[in-house]
């Protein structure tokens, strides 16, 4: 299992330590969520912040875009430094032709779903992903409770990886703990983010040992 802390609860006046301490810890990957106060009812990073992060940690840094024009931001963020740019399906009336935008931008493309959004809606574009990101809470917080029926999603897309011999990884992103985890891993999830659990608890590396030894 893949562990990506999002840096959406780490303490924003001390962002370089926060990220320094999760990488020593044992984080595999970065998540970094930007939304636009318009897609999502909530205000966070640019790509500035990416770009100052770049050079503090040598962990890939993946970009969780809650925007309702995601096109018009895929350059800066792979400018800045991005190593994959996560884009919504519902943000866009062009899913296909962002994600072949992300592509040429030589960074790795991942398609992000929303709790309501049916996998069929991503049937086209599966070809052309490295990552798929079930959303396991509505986007927009950190501190929400998982959705329990996103499991069983999880599990169709891990099926449908299989009979389609396609190799993307799966994430999921939301109220992911040491008592959520283990069903989302059961059901085939590659990548776990989790925010509030990890930059909330006294030790992050014993945070995320005990997502490890929760899916064992
Ligand atoms: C929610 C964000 C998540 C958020 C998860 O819109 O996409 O990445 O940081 O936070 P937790 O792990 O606290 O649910
Ligand atoms: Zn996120």
Redesign the pocket.
Same mark, same amino acid.
């Given at each position: 299992m893949k562990i990506a802390p999002?840096i959406?609860?780490a303490d924003f006046a001390h962002l370089a330590r926060d990220v320094e301490k999760v990488e020593k810890a044992g984080a595999d990957l970065l998540?970094v969520?930007v $939304?636009d106060g318009h897609f999502?009812s &909530?205000l966070t990073f640019g790509p500035l912040v990416v770009q100052a992060l770049r050079p503090v940690t040598s962990l890939p840094l993946e970009v969780?875009l $809650?925007v309702s024009d995601p096109a018009a931001w895929v350059a800066d963020f792979a400018e800045a430094g991005a190593d994959t740019i996560l884009v919504h399906e519902e943000a866009t009336d062009h899913l296909y032709g962002v994600l072949q935008h992300v592509i040429e931008k030589g960074v790795r493309a991942g398609v992000v779903i929303n709790p309501g959004t049916p996998l069929s809606s991503l049937e086209e574009v599966l070809p052309l992903v490295d990552q798929v990101l079930v $959303?396991t809470? &509505?986007?927009? *917080?950190? #501190?929400?409770k *998982?959705l329990t029926p996103m499991v069983d999603k999880v599990d169709r897309l891990y099926q449908l990886r299989k009979a389609r011999k396609l190799h993307f990884d799966i994430e999921v992103? #939301? #109220?992911? &703990?040491n008592q959520t985890v283990k069903a989302a891993a059961d059901a085939g999830t590659d990548i776990f983010?989790?925010?509030?659990?990890?930059f #909330?608890s006294k030790n992050v590396g014993d945070a995320m040992n005990s997502l490890r030894e929760a899916v064992k």
């Open positions: 999002s959406l609860s998540h969520d $939304m999502v &909530n969780h $809650m $959303m809470v &509505n986007p927009g *917080f950190g #501190g929400q *998982f992103d #939301g #109220g992911i &703990n983010v989790a925010g509030s659990y990890v #909330g």
